[in-house]
């Protein structure tokens, strides 16, 4: 799950900044905006958005040593559920099969969805988009 506020963060905080113990895991930093990432947010799916917003809120602001009311935000997830994996979008199409002859790779970024490495596979998937368009420049 990912969430995006509408803020100036302070010029001293980082850009990215990993979180230990909170509802938040991790932290950016972005001008007028700070964001963050939750891995393995299906047990926030029920929780209501205005509280959920309010309780990512509270967790920015104690990792990020920030003050203030809730600004705007948006809150973004994905599911791993088997349900929403055609809906995922990727770069190219790709067949896997498996015995049960369901897609067990994403074929955007390598890994198994739902395999909880929600960095590993946006830096994977930003790479594929990168070569993509540098594929077309060169074409």
Known sequence: ???????????DMPPILGVVGGLVEWLFAFPQRLSI??????????????????AIWRDICKAGGVQGELPPWQIRGASA???S??????????????????ICFSPAT???PGCRQP?????????????????????
């Open 1 to 11: 799950m990912n969430a995006h506020f509408r803020f100036d963060p302070p010029k």
């Open 37 to 54: 990432t939750i891995s393995n947010a299906d047990r926030l799916v029920d929780m209501p958005r205005e509280e959920l917003a309010q």
């Open 81 to 83: 559920a088997p349900h």
């Open 85 to 102: 994996r055609p809906r995922r979008s990727r770069t190219r199409c790709g067949r896997a099969r498996s015995r049960a002859g369901r």
């Open 110 to 112: 390598g890994l198994i």
């Open 119 to 139: 960095i590993e596979g946006s830096v994977r998937s930003g790479n594929r988009a990168a070569d993509l368009v540098l594929a077309m420049r060169r074409a």
